[in-house]
């Protein structure tokens, strides 16, 4: 199943950040997290058909990670993003 967007919504997939997969050899404190970044790459899956976006599916997006709205149904998750929230599309 495949979510169709709509109201210029962008349907997106995480990137997975570099730091997240490595391991630390340094011990950390159980309550320690670390600072979260206000922006996040995703990829683009799908746009709404009232969306004004100029890029492609495929293309890495730069979004408010505060504005990244996950759905989830029938056990799958969704990426969601209002148009508005992207800053940049990296090329």
Same mark, same amino acid.
């Given at each position: 199943?495949?979510?169709?967007?709509?109201?210029?919504?962008?349907?997106?997939? %995480?990137?997975?950040?570099?730091?997240?997969?490595?391991?630390?050899?340094?011990?950390?404190?159980?309550?320690?997290?670390?600072?979260?970044?206000?922006?996040?790459?995703?990829? %683009? %899956?799908?746009?709404?058909?009232?969306?004004?976006?100029?890029?492609?599916? &495929?293309?890495?997006?730069?979004?408010?990670?505060?504005?990244?709205?996950?759905?989830?149904?029938?056990?799958?998750?969704?990426?969601?993003?209002?148009?508005?929230?992207? %800053? &940049?599309?990296?090329?």
């Amino acid at each position: 199943m495949i979510l169709d967007p709509r109201n210029r919504h962008l349907l997106v997939e %995480l990137i997975p950040d570099e730091e997240d997969q490595e391991k630390s050899a340094v011990l950390l404190p159980e309550n320690y997290r670390p600072v979260k970044s206000q922006h996040i790459a995703v990829m %683009l %899956l799908e746009s709404a058909p009232d969306c004004s976006i100029q890029c492609s599916q &495929g293309s890495t997006l730069i979004v408010e990670a505060s504005m990244l709205n996950e759905i989830t149904h029938d056990n799958q998750t969704f990426h969601l993003v209002l148009e508005n929230y992207v %800053l &940049g599309v990296i090329e």
